[in-house]
């Protein structure tokens, strides 16, 4: 095709377009998230697939005496009694089988190189899924292990700085950070520029995050929305603080990274290489203090703020 520009006849863009390289990016995924709960995590390689949890049997049994000079058989005698039937966590898989027809990666593998590509975007699917089930899996997620003790209702439906504070009552040894859908966290910012006290950010892996009274709201999509409502989470994270930590099983065979393995499978005969990739993760919290959930908080952008006077 060609063009005239001023009475000048020449070559037409799209003509020319057909003799040049169009630059291609790799394919994006829009549902990869930054999944910043697997990074904040402590991650314990577990053998043979199965964690025991020991707890202590009725702590306040054990006696000690802060006293001077006192005769042996004064002094009290005690002992720690473990839990006989303490909890065990076992591995669980995220997995799937990826196929790939051998006449795509043969011919079609320039400038990107298909089973590699069709590997990422499979294990950051495969990953995003992690984070959910390290939130909402029925048996070890952080929602289904909050004990009664430890869960809290909003004084007003909105998320207020009273609502966090009385979580971090319940997690007052060491937090490390909340967890709650990037919009609880917006609506818990509304709630304290109104109120004067915008939270102060602070920098994570090269983010800005938002504090309350020094720990950061860390988003995840894959905490729970419905009707409108949704859940923040405050946690205390690593076995020696005797808080949350993740579980992998090391060494797999065909290991890509900690707990995930990639294997050929091979080639059938309709020229399909199939790859069976895996994932195998749990969660345990390690004593019932280390989280605690603030249920059923508004996060309507809209609210009747009246209420909220009776409260300042």
């Not at 390690?286 to 009747?304: F, Q, R, S």
Request: charged share 20%; glycine share 6%.
């Amino acid at each position: 095709m060609t063009a005239t520009v001023g009475g000048t006849t020449a070559l037409g863009d799209n003509a020319a377009r057909q003799l040049a390289n169009a630059t291609k990016t790799a394919p994006q995924l829009a549902t990869i998230t930054p999944r910043w709960l697997t990074h904040l995590l402590q991650w314990v390689p577990v053998e043979a697939g199965i964690y025991r949890v020991n707890q202590v049997q009725n702590p306040e049994d054990i006696k000690v005496t802060c006293t001077a000079k006192q005769h042996e058989n004064q002094l009290p005698r005690t002992y720690v009694d473990y839990d006989a039937k303490p909890r065990e966590y076992f591995l669980n898989a995220v997995s799937t089988v990826l196929d790939v027809h051998t006449r795509i990666s043969d011919l079609y593998s320039s400038p990107h190189d298909q089973i590699k590509e069709q590997l990422r975007l499979t294990i950051e699917t495969i990953k995003e899924n992690q984070e959910s089930e390290l939130i909402n899996n029925p048996d070890y997620g952080l929602l289904s292990q909050v004990s009664d003790e430890q869960r809290i209702f909003p004084l007003t439906g909105a998320p207020t700085p009273d609502d966090l504070d009385e979580l971090l009552t319940k997690v007052w040894k060491e937090p490390a950070f909340f967890l709650a859908h990037p919009l609880t966290i917006a609506a818990f910012g509304r709630e304290a520029t109104r109120r004067g006290t915008p939270p102060p950010t602070v920098s994570l892996f090269g983010s800005q995050f938002i504090t309350w009274r020094g720990v950061p709201l860390i988003p995840s999509d894959k905490v729970p929305v419905a009707d409108g409502k949704s859940k923040i989470l405050l946690l205390r994270v690593g076995d020696r603080r005797q808080g949350v930590v993740g579980l992998f099983q090391p060494g797999l065979p065909g290991e890509q990274s900690p707990g995930l393995s990639v294997r050929f499978m091979g080639i059938n005969n309709h020229a399909i290489a199939s790859y069976l990739i895996s994932l195998y993760c749990s969660l345990a919290v390690l004593t019932p203090d280390a989280v605690a959930v603030l249920d059923d908080v508004e996060i309507n952008k809209y609210h009747d703020y009246s209420v909220l006077d009776t409260y300042k």
